[in-house]
């Protein structure tokens, strides 16, 4: 039960049953000690010795007579026995009757007993020749009118199911009234987490006046805050990035023209001058794409992508560019996988891991690259898993990875790396597809990074292939 509204609803309706459930009880060990009102069985004592009079005076006729007027006034079956035990007017009396009145004869005073929904009274009485009489009333209780607990009449049933009703709807509405402002709370945190940094929970909360009101007061602020320091590191990068490559822009123009004023001699540094232009050209472009994604990138839905086609390109891509370390990238094998998404981020994010795995690796090995689905609970996903031949990665750092600028303690490999955005990069794209991504040391010391994808169903006409081949150019 993940409801916090249903909880506390069930919990106060719980607690409303057992006040009545305890007042029940109560009334039922009161009526216990005494069954009736004495204004209830004051007139038996009169109605026995009527009932006496009769039989002794006028004979069984009469007194059948105002039996036959007793009961239908009073809802009860009456029966009058003599002092041993025979019914006046011959008739077989229930048990539970005979009984009552043997004990009321023995102890000369009214006996009551109810059983169920049934009560049973009996009253001695004495007629004018000084015999002894007892006369028994047997009476049930409607049960639609009456509820029956711990063998007692306790309450009518329609002021029982008013009081549920009424502190049912109370209930509803105090739940009601507690839980609106978390759910609006909760609402406008997954706004927020989705980037629009305008969310606010508003008046709604705020002019409760209680421990809600201020948190609803400190979300807002924090909202503002967050608004402001994301909206200030926007624009700072954006301003960064055209005082940044501006100047670029124009130092690769002077090179071009210091090229054709120098030397041979010369060449050498103008070449190195120009690798670092183009890695800070490539450094700036990835903080702007970082900064972008961060700040909650709109993902296009509606596009399908596919994603054995575009791991193809990227493998072949990968593959040319390990040439130059005389190895190699895969496709050890791929199945036929369609997810939605943003093809050119989901391509970018793939050729990161890809060329982190080409850079680590062992010169002369191999990158393997495979593409298969996977079912889950979730639903079936496509994972795409990228692993190098490299030393790997000590387990105390693999949990660092994907953190931007972070450099392993030792590198990998002598030749430097990168500036620590790319795998950065990857992550947040993945995780703006409601995907995952993993690293883990495969067997060997090697890398292996996993990404993990939601599918779309597949069509019909578009089985599922597996295959094993090798991209080459």
């Not at 009424?166 to 509405?173: A, D, E, H, I």
């Amino acid at each position: 039960m993940r409801s916090l509204f249903l909880k506390i609803f069930l919990w106060f309706v719980l607690a409303m049953a057992l006040v009545i459930a305890t007042l029940l009880l109560a009334v039922a060990q009161t009526r216990l000690e005494r069954p009736f009102e004495p204004s209830i069985s004051a007139s038996w004592p009169l109605r026995a010795q009527l009932a006496a009079t009769l039989l002794e005076h006028n004979g069984s006729p009469m007194l059948a007579v105002y039996f036959q007027t007793l009961e239908p006034a009073f809802g009860t079956q009456a029966y009058l026995f003599h002092e041993d035990g025979a019914e006046a007017l011959g008739r077989v009396a229930p048990p539970s009757a005979t009984r009552l009145a043997a004990r009321a004869g023995h102890t000369g005073r009214m006996e009551v007993q109810v059983a169920g929904r049934t009560r049973v009274l009996a009253q001695p009485g004495v007629g004018p020749s000084g015999r002894r009489y007892v006369l028994v009333s047997m009476s049930e209780f409607p049960l639609g009118r009456m509820l029956v607990l711990g063998g007692q009449p306790i309450v009518h049933m329609v002021p029982l199911l008013t009081v549920f009703l009424v502190g049912g709807s109370f209930c509803w509405w105090l739940a009601r009234h507690i839980t609106t402002p978390v759910r609006q709370l909760r609402a406008a945190t997954q706004h927020l987490a989705d980037g629009q940094l305008a969310t606010r929970v508003g008046h709604v909360v705020t002019r409760r006046h209680d421990e809600l009101a201020d948190l609803g007061q400190h979300f807002d602020r924090m909202a503002a805050r967050l608004e402001t320091l994301l909206t200030s590191q926007q624009l700072l990068f954006r301003n960064v990035s055209h005082e940044l490559r501006s100047p670029l822009a124009r130092l690769q123009v002077a090179l071009g023209l210091v090229r054709q004023h120098t030397g041979v001699e010369a060449t050498r540094y103008l070449e190195r001058i120009e690798r670092e232009v183009d890695r800070l050209n490539r450094l700036i472009g990835q903080l702007l794409t970082l900064a972008r994604l961060e700040s909650g990138v709109k993902i296009t839905q509606d596009e399908v992508c596919d994603l054995r086609a575009l791991v193809q390109e990227v493998v072949a891509d990968g593959d040319f560019e390990a040439q130059a370390r005389q190895g190699a990238v895969t496709l050890v094998s791929t199945e036929a996988c369609l997810v939605s998404g943003t093809t050119e981020l989901l391509r970018s994010a793939l050729e990161n891991v890809v060329r982190n795995a080409v850079r680590y690796t062992t010169a002369g090995t191999t990158t393997d690259v495979r593409v298969y689905s996977h079912g889950t609970p979730a639903g079936r996903h496509a994972v795409i898993e990228v692993r190098d031949h490299g030393p790997g990665v000590p387990e105390e750092e693999l949990a660092h990875l994907f953190q931007p600028f972070y450099r392993l303690v030792q590198a990998r490999v002598p030749q430097p790396g990168g500036a620590g955005l790319g795998l950065a990069i990857t992550e947040r794209v993945v995780q703006l597809h409601g995907g995952t991504l993993a690293a883990a040391n495969a067997s060997g010391g090697s890398l292996r990074v996993t990404i993990r994808l939601l599918m779309l169903p597949t069509p019909p006409v578009a089985e599922e292939v597996s295959t094993a081949s090798t991209m080459r150019p």
